[in-house]
Structures are given as C-alpha cells and as structure tokens.
C-alpha cells in the first residue's frame, strides 16, 4: 500500500496538486512524539522523497502546537539502551528529511519544543505564526537536545546563543527566532497556511532538478572545506546545462515569456 493511502495514527497526510501537507497529528499529546511517530514518520518522508508527483512539503501542526517534543509519558522509564535505540531510529527520518531532494516548509504555530525545534532546524524554510514559540528545554528534566539539536542550532545561530537556550532551556518568541534568523518570516496566526502555501507554489514554478542540486549543494557546505564545496558546487552547476529545464529556462527568458520546467 503507498504511503498516499494509509491512515496514520500519529500524523496526517494531505496533497493540494504538487504540494504535500504533513501534520503532527496528537492534538490531545500537544503533538508530542512518541515510538509510533518515530515509524510513520520515516515511512512518511521516505514516501515524499521518493513521490514525483511533490515538488514542495509543508510540515505543520495545530494552531497550539507544531510538536511539543518527545512525550515524557512514553519516555520517562528509558533506560540508556532503550533511549539510544529511539535515537537512532529519529536519526534515519532526519537524515531522510534534511536530505529530500525537494524543498521543504515549516509553518510553524504555537510550541515547538524540543524534538519540535530540531524538526523545525531540519527543514529548508521556515514561516511562524506570531503565537509561535520555540525552545530546547530539555536540560529541564535531566537531560539535553538528542535529535540533533545541539548539533543543527549552532548551524543556524551564534553559539553563544545556541548554548543560551540550551543551558537555559528557555522559550524564545516568533519575534526572536526571526531577529536570531532561525526563521524567515512572522504571519499572523490566520495568515500561517496561506503564507506557505503561497511560498510552496511559488516553488512548485521552479525547475526541480535545479532545487534538488541546490539544495544538495549548500547542505555540502555544512560538512566540506570551501574548495570541496566549490568543486561539488560547480560539477553540479554545470550538469544542469545538459537538462531540458535549464533549455526552456534560457529561452524562455530570451523569449520574454515564463518558463514551464518539467523536471528533467
């Protein structure tokens, strides 16, 4: 059975054309992950990276939670063996996730605690609803960021400031997160969807295979030297002159007209 057909328990699936819309889906657990998130969740990405029929994947929640984190309910009684087994098993959707080739959104609403902010770092562009408020609290009950959080947060802020919250465990606000630059841009709460979805179509215009060697290229820089990153860059970049997308892009220019890119 596809992934498009089945009827998840802890998250929801729903497609507008090119565009699929992933929801944390525990309204009564604040959206918190437990195990069986952890499950759909890798089969979920997987199906979209794989799925050429979606160009662009919004991940959201609720207006009061995009994901409170890890549910302390099902957590609690790990020991170090159990805990190391649920971190592993996030690690293969997050690799999944920050490798699809194809861009991804969050629209991100009330809390996003924890496992919620590390997902939120995984993903390529990032829309908050101005009720939005984000933290690394783990330290709180005993422990710290496990889902690469201490790793991605410093990717994307000050170290001081990534120790900041960590050490602190403190929530940051909408307004916050955009001045740190963790995020793109605050909406107001009624405007969230729509801002993503305007920002997805707008995607959905652009040549795939392109985004895909874009994409590919600058999370290469993360983990290469500048000369490496140049040389993936530039092999990439000059493949794109053998694609039918980077020929009707040129033409369509040359013509004054908008492209149509096809994906190939």
Known sequence: MSYRDKNYETMKLEFDGSIAIVYFDRPEAMNAANILMSHERLEIYTGLSEDTKVRVVIITGNEKAYCAGGDLAS???????????????????????????????????????????ENILLCDLR???DNARLALPEINVGIFPGGGGTQRIVQNIPICKAKEMIYMGKPIDAAEALELGLVNKVVPLKNLMASAIEWAKILCNKPPVALKAAKHAINCAWDTDIYTGMELEIKAWANLYDTQDKKEGMQAFLEKRKPVFKGF
Do not use: C, H, W
């Open 75 to 117: 957590f609690a009684k790990f020991d170090s063996r159990e805990a190391m087994e649920f971190a592993k098993r996030g690690m293969e959707y997050q690799k999944v996730l920050m490798n699809m080739p194809k861009p991804t959104i969050a629209a991100v609403a009330g809390v996003a605690y924890g496992g919620g902010m």
């Open 127 to 129: 829309i908050a609803a």
